[in-house]
């Protein structure tokens, strides 16, 4: 079973916007603008952008709802399949990526890859990394390795490499591309970008004359799809939790001390024997 990873709950007076976004109600920006639209109360009063709560003993309510205190942080990495979908529920009754993670809390998938599209996804329910890792100015790469059914030629590649215009006439950001292996026709490549609009690289491929076959996402930031079968998933560990935050030696300690912590809890709580009963996590370094 992996270890199930978070910080300590807040016991004293935080700002509301990080109350909210540790509550998985968005980034604390999105939580600063539910603020300043007059959605959230605080023990009956309309709070004001700015104020403190303490979550253990305050009554925060939005939209009317009261607002559970912070669960604690949860980072898994999926192997997310063809067909299946990347998000938390689907009108049309269609597989999602969090029904293939059966652990409790609400947690969003973070990089979302399109139902033909296939590999690595962060599912998460920090809100504030979520926001650092889908802000354009932050600029985290994205890997993928990408099948197209024909041998590219030079020119093809260079064109890919320096941006295409797309049909709505955006202009893609220059990428990493190279060729990885030949597969019969066609032809592996590993494509390295900093942005991804919907369908991106499906198009950019139909635009060079390269359709697209196969897409597996291998890379977010530093975090690696590894050795992850599609459908398995794993908890992130202490150092790559830091690492996608960009934080300190001190702040992984205090995340392997709190994951102690909450892995207690859950052995007394029971979570052992039901968890047998869900997908097996898979541990880094370990054979599928």
């Known amino acids: 079973m992996g270890i199930f990873l978070g910080y300590n709950i807040a016991s004293m007076e935080e700002r509301l916007q990080k109350i909210l976004a540790h509550a998985g109600l968005g980034s604390r920006r999105a939580c600063e603008e539910l603020i300043s639209a007059g959605r959230v109360r605080v023990n009956g009063q309309i709070a004001a952008l700015g104020s403190k709560a303490d979550p253990t003993k305050d009554k925060i309510e939005f939209d009317g709802r009261t607002i559970a205190a912070a669960e604690p942080l949860v980072y898994i990495a999926l192997h997310k399949p063809r067909g299946v979908l990347s998000t938390v529920s689907s009108p049309e009754a269609r597989q999602t990526v969090r029904d293939l993670v059966l652990v409790p809390g609400h947690l969003y998938p973070v990089g979302r890859l399109d139902v033909d599209s296939e590999g690595l996804v962060l599912l998460t329910n920090d809100g504030d990394l979520t926001n650092r890792l889908t802000h354009p100015r932050y600029g985290h790469e994205k890997e993928y390795r990408v099948l197209v059914a024909q041998h590219p030629d030079d020119e093809q590649l260079q064109t890919w490499r320096r941006g295409v215009v797309l049909e709505d006439g955006y202009q893609t950001a220059p990428a990493q591309v190279r060729p990885e292996s030949l597969s019969g026709k066609g032809a592996w490549l590993r494509v390295t970008m900093r942005e991804g609009r919907k369908r991106q690289i499906r198009e950019i491929g139909s635009r060079l004359g390269l359709p697209v076959v196969k897409i597996i996402r291998v890379r977010i930031s530093n975090l690696t799809l590894g050795s992850l079968k599609p459908r398995q998933w794993r908890y992130l560990t ?24 909450i892995r207690s809890v859950d052995k007394r709580s029971g979570t052992s024997k039901s968890a047998k009963r869900r997908p097996r996590p898979i541990k880094k370094g370990r054979k599928p």
């Open 238 to 261: 202490p150092q790559e939790i830091a690492a996608l935050k960009g934080k300190t030696d001190r702040t992984t300690k205090a995340i392997q001390n709190t994951s102690r912590i």
